[in-house]
């Protein structure tokens, strides 16, 4: 959902928007909170590029705050499948790094994402057998250099259309065949690390109940045909004014499956929460209220479902919500790392 596009390129917007968020600053209450990860009895995830890492208060953040770490887009093709072919695996070496460093979870996202079609994939003889040893490589490559590290993969991610028509066409189902191409990526991860619990995963599951029925029947086609399909993300990007409900509903479908459970990309965007006008605090009322059904839902689940939850960022400007519409405050740290009121909230939906 986040796109590929990297955080230097809009460090001068968010540096322009500090005199806009100086306010907020000003009126953001400073509040006790446990860290998260010691808060939640399961384990609680962020997103990270490596260049964060050498940001002095945002790592110190991430390594109090969390027990598991999701590189937000170097681990995708877009990152790691260079024009030649060849791969590059630094920026991934070094947020896995800094994940064992602090004893955290590693978490791989994504290998298969029908938004990216690298050229030197394109460019690929027509042939089946070619494309396939190359889209078997590339897995394999990527899943086995972090065997025995990460935890878990989004080995598919994003297959369903955004009304729930179908599944996407992408190069890979073009080469490799609509189904095919997905049974073909977990049996692969599975082949590179028989132990990491794999993923497929997709967003909007909770605002639009016709785009989950075709997730839910996907998940019953892959299970068919055997896939070795581990568990299900939900990425939860939402918003503010998301009705009452609607969150819990989408993971109790989920879990219907009795596969673990991922609460993968959650952020609650305000600007986007057109139903609650520009009151900043209904706005904020309303994100406080969807993080606390969030984490209530998610605890309701039996202990061997809650794989993890994992919030898309701590602090505000950092959020890719703010690529392209900057001025969204969508998770729980302010940009200095003060835990807002929705932390709060999150927290007390804890059960």
């Not at 990297?6 to 953001?28: F, H, K, P, Y």
């Not at 590059?88 to 791989?108: E, K, L, S, V």
């Not at 939402?238 to 991922?262: C, E, K, M, Q, Y």
């Not at 605090?281 to 809650?306: C, D, H, I, M, N």
Request: charged share 25%.
């Amino acid at each position: 959902m986040t796109g590929g596009l990297s955080r230097r390129a809009v460090v001068g917007s968010t540096l322009a928007l500090a005199a806009c968020d100086r306010t907020i600053e000003a009126q953001a209450a400073t509040l006790e909170l446990p860290p998260l990860r010691s808060a939640a009895p399961f384990p609680v995830g962020t997103c990270v590029q490596a260049f964060q890492l050498e940001d002095r208060a945002l790592s110190p953040l991430i390594a109090a705050q969390v027990s598991q770490l999701t590189a937000e887009w170097e681990m995708k093709m877009e990152y790691i499948v260079q024009d030649d072919g060849s791969l590059r695996f630094d920026a991934p070496d070094q947020i896995a790094a800094f994940a064992r460093t602090h004893g955290m979870r590693f978490f791989g996202h994504t290998l298969v994402w029908y938004a990216q079609e690298p050229p030197a994939f394109k460019r690929l003889d027509t042939g089946r057998i070619a494309f396939d040893a190359a889209y078997r490589n590339y897995i394999l490559a990527v899943v086995g250099r972090y065997r025995g590290q990460a935890v878990g993969w989004d080995v598919v991610n994003e297959a369903i259309d955004d009304e729930g028509d179908g599944w996407r066409d992408c190069l890979w189902s073009q080469r490799l065949g609509p189904l095919e191409h997905m049974v073909l990526a977990f049996q692969h991860a599975r082949e590179a690390d028989p132990e990491a619990v794999l993923f497929l995963n997709d967003y909007n599951l909770e605002n639009r109940p016709k785009k989950r029925v075709a997730f839910l029947k996907l998940v019953e086609a892959l299970l068919k045909a055997g896939a070795p399909l581990g568990g299900l993300g939900t990425q939860t990007h939402v918003a503010a004014d998301l009705p009452a409900g609607r969150l819990s509903a989408a993971i109790t479908d989920l879990a219907s499956f009795g596969l673990p459970i991922h609460l993968s990309e959650m952020d609650v965007s305000l600007r986007r929460a057109k139903g609650l006008g520009h009151d900043k605090a209904k706005l904020e009322a309303g994100q406080g209220r969807v993080y606390a059904e969030a984490a209530e839902a998610f605890s309701r689940l039996p202990a061997q479902q809650r794989f993890a939850f994992t919030h898309w960022g701590l602090r505000d400007p950092d959020s890719w919500l703010n690529y392209k519409d900057p001025g969204d405050a969508p998770l729980l740290f302010d940009r200095r790392g003060r835990p807002k009121a929705a932390a709060a909230a999150w927290i007390g939906g804890l059960r």
